[in-house]
């Protein structure tokens, strides 16, 4: 298992991301944070970041971070599963963290934090070897933001060792309004419903996904004055969506 195979759940008004599924928590200490416009996932992940640091010396453990609405505040259970008995001072590490004022603001800082435009080809660095197939399509996908975006093309991309990589690009107009946090937890939501099951030209099934979205059609592998392009890439296993860590 590589350090970037974390996988994230989504529910109503609640993510979890952990190493190891099904997910279990034998160790778990819970927090509050004041509810605000902030990304569930990132925030997640912020957390996880800081228990995984504090607890990875401990023989046997998984961690998973499930974070969630109530009422006005955002509950944050941290913990994991334990393959043997957790130390005494596991639980008091864990609490540390959660309770450390500097990770706190740091996190809801992180979660709320609008992602600068990003150029896609720069970070991906798409090989120049890669047999491409270019599709356009005019649909509207149901997200969990609830913002209007269609699908400016998907491209199939037949890399050197074989594998097939699928790339589909959003247009959402208002992602400039609401920057990379609005749309957050838009991208796992696409991986299930619109990558897995795509239906590949040569019906062979994709390795990766990256799905992208701009705030206005541009051309491939290129930016525009004014255009926010976000992107994130999962990895395809068993039928799942494995966010994938740049």
Known sequence: ????????????????????????????ETTRLPAGAVS???????????????LRRMGGFAP?????????????EAGGRT????????????????????????????AGRRAQALVIVAAMGVPCTAA????????T?????????????????????GTLWLRLRYVAPDLATGGYAAVADDFAAL??????????????????????????PVDFATT???VMQVFEAFRIENDTCVWEEF
């Open 224 to 226: 525009a004055p004014g």
């Open 83 to 110: 393959e043997r008995r957790a130390p005494a001072r596991a639980g008091e590490d864990l609490r540390a963290v959660l309770e450390d004022p500097d990770n706190r603001r740091r996190w809801l800082a992180h």
């Open 191 to 216: 991986c299930a419903t619109q990558a897995l099951g795509y239906p590949t030209t040569d019906g062979q099934k994709p390795a990766q996904a990256v799905i992208s979205i701009a705030s206005a």
């Open 132 to 139: 491409t197939t270019v599709r356009g399509q005019e649909e």
């Open 1 to 28: 298992m590589t350090r970037n195979n974390w996988h994230i759940l989504r529910a109503d008004r609640a993510v979890t991301v952990a190493r190891v599924l099904p997910v279990r928590f034998d160790l778990r």
């Open 64 to 76: 998973a971070v499930r974070v969630s609405h109530e009422m006005d505040t955002i509950l944050v």
């Open 141 to 161: 996908p149901a997200v969990p933001s609830g913002l209007p975006m269609t699908l400016q093309e998907a491209r199939e991309e037949l890399q050197p060792d």
């Open 40 to 54: 569930l996932t990132r925030l997640a992940q912020q957390v996880r970041q800081d228990v995984w640091r504090a």
